[in-house]
């Protein structure tokens, strides 16, 4: 979901590159950009594999996988990182292809395209709901723990867009049809649970409402056969840089997959409300007693629908981003970028530095904060194997890749990225 933070964000740095150029940024390419005559457009290719999270750490995942006995000495920690109140788990693994043709006879104008597939995924869950899973109840007499927000969802898209880039000045819009292949969502709407203090008054309540975007068939056998059950969408995707006539900064705003997804009918789902509310509970007794809610001997108000979904409109996990560069030197270059969408639950900021030591080698290393994550540290390199292409590498939370590993411990995710890019050739 785009946020209004975003507009804001990008609107300040828009600001900071009109302030340091006295001069209202023109829509043009790198500066000499114009002079050259593009025959093959550019292209590149694209493989990631990300994950990130706010309150989970490597260490405690290690834990879970190793087994043991798990203590406070592990769970306090991440209970006291819930600072916002929620913890995150998210990411995406997918490839993507984009490309450029040349320009059409006579025009500046060439015919673009990307292509590419993505499976995303995205968990939260409320502090409280970690407290009671990990600590139990004892110490929640006499507070409203609350459950609402928590939730799962998963995806699997493909897409294809077509559309037109300016060879000048590198503005691009393409048009994209994406296909959800298969989806799975679970969410807590609204739910509570509330103890007093000297534990004899008792209230809760939970809704709750799941969907498998996929066909349930039963076989022969009486087992269920599961298919896909894919679904269609329609986005909007593009960039548009600018760049200082005089000084030598950019700023880019990019665009990816903003539009609908149109859901077919069929889809499983389960929707589930229960209450509960009591007051003055006795230890012991032939009613309903404490003794009877521990034993599990209860009977609340519950409410269980399951079916099939109807046709429905949903937004597509699109996402938008803007970029401001500087640099002040061929060897050094300066980066501040935000980005918001993609399921990430906040806006993903960025800062960096760039050197090019050389024309055919390039490193740097970035600040991220937010997303589904903290504060972590990105990597990359760029190597130009000749004269049209490039390799990039990009490794985000390096020490996190060593799983089962002490220096792992205290890291919130990882990340890697390779591309190759063709840069578009001269007449």
Not at 159 to 178: A, N
Not at 195 to 211: H, I, N, P
Request: proline share 4%; hydrophobic share 40%.
């Amino acid at each position: 979901m785009l946020d209004y933070r975003l507009i804001l964000s990008t609107t300040f740095l828009a600001l900071c590159s009109v302030a340091s150029s006295a001069n209202v940024l023109t829509v043009v390419a790198n500066p000499d950009s114009t002079e050259i005559n593009r025959d093959n457009g550019g292209a590149s290719l694209s493989f990631w594999a990300t994950q990130s999270g706010n309150v989970i750490t490597t260490g405690f995942a290690n834990n879970l996988a190793n087994g043991g006995f798990i203590g406070h000495d592990i769970l306090d920690p991440i209970l006291e990182s819930h600072t916002g109140g929620f913890g995150y788990v998210g990411g995406s693994m997918g490839w993507e292809k984009v490309w450029t043709s040349k320009p059409f006879k006579g025009s500046d104008l060439a015919l673009c395209g990307s292509m590419g597939s993505e499976a995303l995924y995205d968990v939260r869950w409320t502090s409280d709901m970690f407290e009671l899973l990990w600590y139990g109840n004892g110490g929640h007499t006499g507070r409203v723990d609350v459950f609402s927000g928590t939730g799962v969802r998963a995806g699997v898209f493909n897409r294809f867009g077509l559309g037109l880039e300016s060879s000048k000045t590198q503005q691009r819009l393409e048009v994209s049809v994406v296909q959800r292949l298969v989806g799975v969502e679970w969410s807590i709407p609204y739910g509570y649970l509330w103890l007093s203090e000297d534990a004899d008054s008792l209230a809760s309540y939970l809704q709750t409402e799941g969907r498998l975007h996929a066909n349930i068939d039963s076989t022969d056998s009486g087992n269920p056969s599961i298919g896909f059950l894919p679904s269609y969408g329609i986005g909007i995707s593009g960039r548009l840089p600018l760049a200082s006539e005089t000084l030598p900064i950019r700023f880019e705003i990019n665009f990816k997959d903003v539009g609908l997804l149109f859901e077919n009918e069929g889809s499983s789902v389960a929707w589930f409300q229960e209450g509960f509310s009591t007051t003055g509970l006795p230890l012991y007794g032939d009613s309903l007693t404490i003794e009877s809610i521990s034993n599990g001997d209860i009977a609340p108000d519950s409410l269980l629908l399951t079916g099939s979904s109807v046709k429905r409109m949903t937004l597509l996990p699109s996402s938008l981003s803007a970029e401001f560069v500087y640099e002040p030197s061929e060897k050094f270059m300066f980066k501040m970028s935000v980005k918001s969408g993609g399921w990430m639950p906040e806006l993903l900021y960025s800062a960096g530095i760039g050197w090019i030591p050389s024309d055919r080698i390039a490193l740097g290393m970035e600040g991220l904060y937010g997303g589904w994550g903290g504060w972590r540290s990105t990597v990359w390199a760029k190597l130009r194997y000749n004269n049209r292409r490039i390799l990039v590498v990009q490794i985000e939370s390096p020490l996190g890749l060593f799983f089962n590993k002490e220096v792992s411990n205290n890291t919130y995710g990882r990340g890697v990225t390779f591309r190759l890019e063709r840069i578009a050739s001269k007449r």
